[in-house]
């Protein structure tokens, strides 16, 4: 079965650019609006508690300007949930965050945190927003995230992204397993997190994959290209997608 492969691209590290010198450019809704000319599906932002990259305008311009689907990666702590709930993202994707991580290290422990998580699941849905749980590819995580009422989840392909070898092919059958356990519980099947133009063949092996979302990878070849087109060989590769089958 064929199916459609989604592009959401994260523009966080264009406004790491313009925070850097603190200058108003590169323009954030000119740089979502370069990923919709060029074929993107969605545009995403993470709204860190400690606005290294994204701030709060920029999610409200977004939301207000941009004609394409919004996603905001935000933690599960009250005042980004409060802010969510306000500007109403077409998704949320509940990330875990510490403040001296370089990146999004790891997926949510869903296990762990299930009530506070569950409570916040149920006040995103009921404000009309598609939730999705950014977690490891781990079966049990699957399992509480399908339990908590979220309709989706982002496999985070990390740990697959920074192998070689046999590690690699190990990351890839926990992806794959991981992909069919999901797709069996109901879960819509995203994945995101060091995707890359080398990599993305590997990923297009995965089943019932619905979105990836890929950022970092594809601002640093704007730069040698331009955004439009970064985002045009981006997707350019993701139409080789059969849906996993070989
Ligand atoms: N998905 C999630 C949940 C993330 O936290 C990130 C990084 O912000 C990405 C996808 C994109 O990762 P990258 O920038 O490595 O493509």
Known sequence: MKKRLKLGVNIDHVATIRQARGTVYPDLLEAAQSCKAAGADGVTV???EDRRHIQDEDV????RECRLPLNLEMANVPAIVRIALRVKPDEVCLVPERRRELTTEGGLDVLGQFRPMQATVARLRAAGIVVSIFIEPDPRQLEATAKLGASCVELHTGAFAEARGTRLERELR???HAANVAHDLGLQVNAGHGINYDNIGRILELP???TLNIGHSIVARAIFCGLKQAVREMHAALT????GTP
């Not at 409200?60 to 939301?63: P, T």
């Open 240 to 243: 080789g997608y059969r849906g």
């Open 60 to 63: 409200w311009r977004l939301r």
């Open 46 to 48: 993470h709204l860190r």
């Open 174 to 176: 926990r992806l794959r």
């Open 208 to 210: 019932w994959l619905d």
